[in-house]
């Protein structure tokens, strides 16, 4: 059983606006990383965010996290149609745990 | 930095045959890791390596699947008489281990199908 939960499932918004996708986790929060997957391909890798860190950024995307509140959310700006695919979470050590992620579609 | 690699990254075979699929992982990172995925699900965590210690197994890897890597390269995944309900993306993924447990880099995945 997967112990992550991302929100929203879906996501559909137009090219140039914000997307914001979260995910939370009902054990405590270690390291967590954001990977982005296109439709029968293998993740690539986004950003890390270790525990004893809020905030991370890279080019158009912002990763928070909030241990009290166990979540964290990637914020991805000025979207482009390449963004299109799935976006996950996944927290842990050596074992990353994955939710079913975040359908993001971004029309042109 | 070639990333990693996986092959073959397509397989379909009759339920009760045997497959082996392989995992390189980038030249420098001692940590490989198999997953497996299915159809809009997020991957699940199979086995871990450091260099050829197999380290952690989840409780899904029956007694069916089989890891190795045995110089602390490469490494080998094997599903003996498969079952339809092993039919998903297998998803190898490797890591360095010099700043704790960071970035884990995934490779292309190998697709099985078993009919």
């Known amino acids: 059983s997967q112990q992550g939960e991302e929100d929203p499932q879906a996501l559909s918004i137009q090219e140039g606006e914000n997307a914001t996708m979260n995910c939370s986790y009902k054990t405590s929060i270690n390291n967590l990383q954001w990977y982005r997957q296109n439709s029968g391909r293998g993740l690539v890798h986004l950003i890390l965010i270790r525990s004893n860190e809020r905030e991370k950024h890279s080019g158009r995307l912002r990763v928070t996290l909030d241990t009290s509140k166990k979540s964290s959310s990637l914020l991805i700006t000025a979207s482009r149609a390449a963004d299109t695919a799935s976006y996950f979470c996944?927290?842990?050590?050596?074992?990353?745990?994955f939710g079913q992620g975040t359908r993001l579609t971004i029309n042109p | 930095d070639t990333g990693v690699s996986q092959d073959p990254r397509h397989k379909i075979t009759k339920r009760g045959q045997n497959v082996t699929f392989r995992c390189d992982p980038i030249s420098e990172h001692n940590r490989l890791y198999w997953y497996r995925q299915t159809l809009g699900q997020g991957p699940e965590f199979l086995t871990y390596f450091q260099n050829e210690a197999q380290l952690e197994k989840s409780r899904l890897l029956s007694d069916r699947f089989s890891a190795e890597r045995p110089k602390g390269s490469f490494s080998t995944l094997e599903i003996q008489r498969t079952e339809q309900g092993d039919s998903a993306m297998y998803l190898c993924?490797?890591?360095?281990?010099?700043?704790?447990?960071?970035?884990?880099?995934f490779g292309p995945g190998t697709r099985l199908t078993v009919t």
């Open positions: 996944g927290q842990g050590a050596q074992k990353l745990v």
């Open positions: 993924a490797s890591s360095w281990s010099g700043q704790g447990f960071g970035e884990q880099y």
